[in-house]
Structures are given as structure tokens and as C-alpha cells.
């Protein structure tokens, strides 16, 4: 028997105490977001750097809560990269709304789990009414099905698994992919250059293995060449595969492509077929009127993942899955415990996310986008989107101008890439066979030393990537911070880095191959 000869603690903070550190918190978050667009972008320090500052014991007895609060000025913030800057162009990462900021301290301090409806009645129906919102603000209808995941590669999980559980000849559930009567293997299908690598994960967690995802020829534009997929869908059922699913990229993750969505809906139709729209980049792009017809087909889609901590600037980490129907979620993930519910009915019942998705334990995480959605609106929401798509406009505009840059695509959204060329470089024809291959590895060297200089200077911070196996400076403009005097400022300082770079390594390139000696 326990004895009562002592007094239980919580080891809470006193409402004094908590009030205390609550108006510091507020107060170092305030000076945080006074100087956002002075920060160093980057801190430019080494893994075994940052590592050593928290190589510390576990605390046996507790600390100082003020004290702790200070590490997040002195430890945290100096080692963090900030994607909250408007010069932060990486990935493909929102910058954080304030009223997000605010949301997640008080979803927090409430703690539902958003599982079930009886834990979390509030926070469930704060999460339906976002994804209603979200549909509607992208012409989708409001009446679907879907649930917030951690962000693209869940919500393309979850998408790809309903999609295979409702289109499969058999039931999947209980049998997994072993069929009865079926030899075939399932197969998805996405464009080949700008299909995002999150589909293999997928497939890789659905045991479908890496090579059931087939890869579509794509157009100089690198959209799909939809008579490419049908071409590929009739060759693989001719050789015994099961095609189940078309991937649409809905804003791609190199150059903003918007794939035929009217031409892949149409094929699924016809095949009964899976039509998925990832547009974890770019869907919410729908929202602008201008663009209606870049996103014409949209709305045909059997389901589409948009990412609210992208493109919506809303804070880490918050991804959408949006099902046309609702019961083909249900069907997919439907699960029973004992312990869920009671044995009889009661008027305290409702809907279940985790009857939904994967996740039995989920946060909160519909208040940040609640919040944001209703602080900005729609046309508040707008106006960012489009100064963002001005600011990629303004930089293909630079890109064009300069002699030293080189365009490689036209301006579609917000993410734009492009790459940095010597402009004596630019101007040599007639070159061999080795001196080509030689100097396209001279400038794929040459612009990831530019990204690696900039990023260590601070003043902002964008990555390479690869279109047709050459490096490209790649620029992630979804900051609703970013002007276009931060895009002047960077395109000055990679052309700046440019010139001391080649400067430096071009005699090496030249002894072997003196064609390519600098003009003085």
C-alpha cells in the first residue's frame, strides 16, 4: 500500500513563473523576427562544431528554466539555419507565419491528440474545416476526403496506398500483394525528369519496390509526353504488369512544371486508372485566377498532396492529402481496437483521423494553418503568391540580361533555376568531343563552388540541382519576406563569386585544354 506521508508534485512552473518565461519567450521571439533579414542565412559551421555544443550529460536533478530558455538565444539561433530570411531560396521550405508561430505554443498547451475525435473534438474539427478550405481555395471539391500529414512524402503515401487499395482486383488489406490469381506486378508511372524522389520512398514502403515506379518520357519543357505514357501503360500490360496509379506533377521540384493534367485525367479515365496530383510545391497556385488554365484538369483528380508549410509559408512541419471520395481513405486505413470506443453508442462521437491514415497519434497541427488562413485570407494569400511569382519573373529577367548567366527554362511559378557561365565560355563553338565534356565538368564544378560560397558567406542560402546531368543553381523563391532587392543582392553576389572563382581555377582547365584560357 502506498503510503500518504508525502506530498505528490507536478513540478509545474507557478502561473507567476510560467508568465514570466511566457513574456521573455515572446520578447526573444520578437527581436528573432525584428532582425529575420539581417541574420546570417546559414551559420556555416561543421557537424562536429554544432554537435560538441550539446555534448552534455543527461541533467540528473532539474535546471534553471530561465537558464534553459537562454540556450535558445546562445545555442540554438547562432546554429540554426534560417528559412524564416527572405534571402533563404533552399529546398523547397515556407518561411513561417507569426500566427503560426503563436499556434503551435497554444496547440501545444492544449495537447490533443487529433487520432480520435473524443480526444480532440476541437483540433478534429479545426483540421476538417482546413482541409475543406484547402480544397476550396484550389478548385477541388470541398466535400472530399483528407487529412494534414508531416508533409509530401506521407500525404504521396497515403495517396499512393489509397490508390492501390481501391483500384487492386483483390483485397489488398488482408492478403497484402500476394494474389491469388494475379502474377503481375503493380506499377506506377511519373514524368522522368521532374518527378519527385518521393515517389520511390513510397514505393519502397509499400514494398512495391523502386522499379514498379516507371519513368514517362518528358517534353523540352519537361512535362509528361502523355502519348509516351500510353505507349509505356500498353507495353507493361502486354508484359503482364498491373498499372495502377499516373503521378501528375503539379509544380515540380526544379523548374515550377505543371504536367498536362486534362491529358493524364482523361488516360486514367479511360484505363481506370489512379489519377494522383502531387502538388506538394504547387497546388495551391490554383488559388490565383490568372492562373486558371495552367491548372485546368486539377479538379479531376482522384486525389492531389498539397504542402501548407511550402507554398502556404505556414512553420514546420504541416502536409495535406485531399481524396475526392472520403470512403476510399476510410477503406484503406479503416482499423478496430477495443480500447477506441465504448461498447455503446453515445452523442459523443465523431470523426476519427486515424480511421483515415496511417498515424494513430497526431498533433495538432491544423491550428497554424487555421490561424494563417484566417489572418492573411484569401486575397491576403494572393498577393504573396504573386510576389513571389514576380520575384522569380524579375530574376529570369536578370538571368536573360547578364552575359555571364544562362537561362534554361522560362519562368512558370516560384522555383526557377539556371546557371552561371563565364561569358567568354558562352561564346566558344566548335569545341570536341573531350573539350565539351570537359568544360561542362569545368561549369558543373564551377556553380556548386558558387552555391557553397554564398551559403558560407550568410547572405542567403540556395542549392544546385541537376536538369539533363548538368548542375544548375536552383532558387526556391516561397518566402512572403523575399523583394526583389533580395534577388538583385544574391544574383550580384553569385556573378561576383563567379568572377573570383573561374579567375582562380580556370589555368588549371587551360593547361590541359588552352582553348579555354581566360580573355583579360
Given at each position: 500500500m502506498a503510503s500518504r506521508g508525502h506530498q505528490f508534485s507536478t513540478h509545474d512552473l507557478t502561473p507567476a513563473e510560467f508568465r514570466k518565461l511566457g513574456y521573455q519567450t515572446v520578447d526573444m521571439l520578437t527581436a528573432f523576427y525584428e532582425d529575420v533579414e539581417t541574420r546570417p542565412v546559414f551559420p556555416a559551421k561543421s557537424e562536429q562544431a554544432v554537435e560538441a555544443l550539446f555534448d552534455e550529460p543527461l541533467p540528473e536533478r532539474g535546471q534553471n528554466p530561465e537558464t534553459i530558455l537562454r540556450e535558445w538565444e546562445t545555442k540554438i539561433l547562432p546554429n540554426a539555419t534560417h528559412n524564416t530570411s527572405p534571402r533563404y531560396f533552399g529546398y523547397v521550405m515556407g518561411s513561417g507565419t507569426m500566427?503560426?508561430?503563436?499556434?503551435?505554443?497554444?496547440?501545444?498547451?492544449?495537447?490533443?491528440?487529433?487520432?480520435?475525435?473524443?480526444?480532440?473534438?476541437?483540433?478534429?474539427?479545426?483540421?476538417?474545416?482546413?482541409?475543406?478550405?484547402?480544397a476550396e481555395l484550389i478548385g477541388y471539391d470541398p466535400d472530399c476526403g483528407g487529412l494534414l500529414t508531416s508533409g509530401g512524402t506521407m500525404a504521396n503515401f497515403v495517396a499512393i496506398l489509397t490508390a492501390l487499395r481501391n483500384t487492386a482486383e483483390y483485397d489488398t488489406t488482408a492478403g497484402g500483394l500476394q494474389s491469388p490469381t494475379r502474377t503481375g506486378r503493380y506499377t506506377l508511372y511519373m514524368a522522368d525528369h521532374e518527378g519527385h524522389s518521393s515517389i520511390f520512398r513510397v514505393a519502397d514502403m509499400l514494398n512495391l519496390g523502386r522499379d514498379a515506379v516507371r519513368l514517362v518520357p518528358?517534353?523540352?519543357?519537361?512535362?509528361?509526353?502523355?502519348?509516351?505514357?500510353?505507349?509505356?501503360?500498353?507495353a507493361d500490360i502486354e508484359n503482364g504488369d498491373i498499372p495502377f496509379c499516373v503521378i501528375g506533377?503539379?509544380?515540380?521540384?526544379?523548374?515550377?512544371?505543371?504536367?498536362?493534367?486534362?491529358?493524364?485525367?482523361?488516360?486514367?479515365?479511360?484505363?481506370?486508372?489512379?489519377?494522383?496530383?502531387?502538388?506538394a510545391c504547387g497546388a495551391v497556385g490554383a488559388?490565383?485566377?490568372?492562373?486558371?488554365?495552367?491548372y485546368e484538369g486539377l479538379d479531376r483528380a482522384d486525389?492531389?498532396?498539397?504542402?501548407?508549410?511550402?507554398?502556404?509559408?505556414?512553420?514546420?512541419?504541416?502536409?495535406?492529402?485531399?481524396?475526392?471520395?472520403?470512403?476510399?481513405?476510410?477503406?484503406?486505413?479503416?482499423?478496430?481496437?477495443?480500447?477506441?470506443?465504448?461498447?455503446?453508442?453515445?452523442?459523443?462521437?465523431g470523426h476519427d483521423f486515424y480511421q483515415h491514415g496511417p498515424q494513430m497519434s497526431r498533433g495538432f497541427r491544423a491550428l497554424k494553418v487555421w490561424m494563417s488562413l484566417k489572418h492573411y485570407g484569401v486575397q491576403g494569400y494572393r498577393d504573396l503568391l504573386r510576389q513571389n511569382i514576380e520575384c522569380a519573373h524579375h530574376l529570369d529577367t536578370l538571368v536573360r540580361?547578364?552575359?555571364?548567366?544562362?537561362?534554361?527554362?522560362?519562368p512558370n511559378l516560384y522555383i526557377y533555376s539556371f546557371r552561371y557561365v563565364p561569358t567568354d565560355l558562352g561564346t566558344i563553338e566548335s569545341l570536341t568531343a573531350e573539350q565539351q565534356d570537359a568544360l561542362d565538368t569545368y561549369l558543373d564544378t564551377l556553380n556548386q563552388k558558387i552555391t557553397d560560397a554564398i551559403q558560407e558567406s550568410g547572405l542567403a542560402f540556395f542549392g544546385t540541382s541537376a536538369i539533363h546531368g548538368r548542375t544548375v543553381l536552383r532558387f526556391s523563391i516561397c518566402s512572403h519576406r523575399t523583394t526583389l532587392t533580395d534577388i538583385e543582392d544574391v544574383v550580384r553576389a553569385i556573378q561576383n563569386a563567379g568572377v573570383a572563382l573561374d579567375r582562380a581555377d580556370r589555368p588549371t582547365l587551360a593547361r590541359t585544354y588552352p582553348v579555354f584560357a581566360r580573355e583579360e
Amino acid at each position: 500500500m502506498a503510503s500518504r506521508g508525502h506530498q505528490f508534485s507536478t513540478h509545474d512552473l507557478t502561473p507567476a513563473e510560467f508568465r514570466k518565461l511566457g513574456y521573455q519567450t515572446v520578447d526573444m521571439l520578437t527581436a528573432f523576427y525584428e532582425d529575420v533579414e539581417t541574420r546570417p542565412v546559414f551559420p556555416a559551421k561543421s557537424e562536429q562544431a554544432v554537435e560538441a555544443l550539446f555534448d552534455e550529460p543527461l541533467p540528473e536533478r532539474g535546471q534553471n528554466p530561465e537558464t534553459i530558455l537562454r540556450e535558445w538565444e546562445t545555442k540554438i539561433l547562432p546554429n540554426a539555419t534560417h528559412n524564416t530570411s527572405p534571402r533563404y531560396f533552399g529546398y523547397v521550405m515556407g518561411s513561417g507565419t507569426m500566427m503560426g508561430t503563436l499556434a503551435e505554443a497554444l496547440a501545444a498547451a492544449v495537447n490533443m491528440n487529433t487520432g480520435g475525435w473524443k480526444p480532440a473534438p476541437a483540433a478534429t474539427e479545426v483540421e476538417r474545416t482546413v482541409l475543406s478550405w484547402l480544397a476550396e481555395l484550389i478548385g477541388y471539391d470541398p466535400d472530399c476526403g483528407g487529412l494534414l500529414t508531416s508533409g509530401g512524402t506521407m500525404a504521396n503515401f497515403v495517396a499512393i496506398l489509397t490508390a492501390l487499395r481501391n483500384t487492386a482486383e483483390y483485397d489488398t488489406t488482408a492478403g497484402g500483394l500476394q494474389s491469388p490469381t494475379r502474377t503481375g506486378r503493380y506499377t506506377l508511372y511519373m514524368a522522368d525528369h521532374e518527378g519527385h524522389s518521393s515517389i520511390f520512398r513510397v514505393a519502397d514502403m509499400l514494398n512495391l519496390g523502386r522499379d514498379a515506379v516507371r519513368l514517362v518520357p518528358s517534353h523540352d519543357d519537361l512535362t509528361m509526353d502523355t502519348d509516351a505514357l500510353e505507349t509505356l501503360l500498353d507495353a507493361d500490360i502486354e508484359n503482364g504488369d498491373i498499372p495502377f496509379c499516373v503521378i501528375g506533377q503539379v509544380g515540380s521540384i526544379n523548374v515550377s512544371a505543371i504536367d498536362p493534367l486534362p491529358d493524364i485525367a482523361r488516360i486514367c479515365d479511360e484505363r481506370g486508372l489512379w489519377f494522383h496530383a502531387d502538388g506538394a510545391c504547387g497546388a495551391v497556385g490554383a488559388m490565383l485566377p490568372e492562373l486558371a488554365t495552367k491548372y485546368e484538369g486539377l479538379d479531376r483528380a482522384d486525389s492531389i498532396t498539397l504542402d501548407p508549410h511550402k507554398w502556404l509559408y505556414v512553420p514546420y512541419e504541416c502536409g495535406a492529402i485531399l481524396v475526392r471520395e472520403p470512403d476510399r481513405l476510410r477503406r484503406s486505413f479503416d482499423m478496430e481496437a477495443p480500447y477506441l470506443h465504448g461498447t455503446l453508442p453515445t452523442a459523443y462521437e465523431g470523426h476519427d483521423f486515424y480511421q483515415h491514415g496511417p498515424q494513430m497519434s497526431r498533433g495538432f497541427r491544423a491550428l497554424k494553418v487555421w490561424m494563417s488562413l484566417k489572418h492573411y485570407g484569401v486575397q491576403g494569400y494572393r498577393d504573396l503568391l504573386r510576389q513571389n511569382i514576380e520575384c522569380a519573373h524579375h530574376l529570369d529577367t536578370l538571368v536573360r540580361r547578364e552575359p555571364d548567366l544562362a537561362a534554361i527554362q522560362e519562368p512558370n511559378l516560384y522555383i526557377y533555376s539556371f546557371r552561371y557561365v563565364p561569358t567568354d565560355l558562352g561564346t566558344i563553338e566548335s569545341l570536341t568531343a573531350e573539350q565539351q565534356d570537359a568544360l561542362d565538368t569545368y561549369l558543373d564544378t564551377l556553380n556548386q563552388k558558387i552555391t557553397d560560397a554564398i551559403q558560407e558567406s550568410g547572405l542567403a542560402f540556395f542549392g544546385t540541382s541537376a536538369i539533363h546531368g548538368r548542375t544548375v543553381l536552383r532558387f526556391s523563391i516561397c518566402s512572403h519576406r523575399t523583394t526583389l532587392t533580395d534577388i538583385e543582392d544574391v544574383v550580384r553576389a553569385i556573378q561576383n563569386a563567379g568572377v573570383a572563382l573561374d579567375r582562380a581555377d580556370r589555368p588549371t582547365l587551360a593547361r590541359t585544354y588552352p582553348v579555354f584560357a581566360r580573355e583579360e
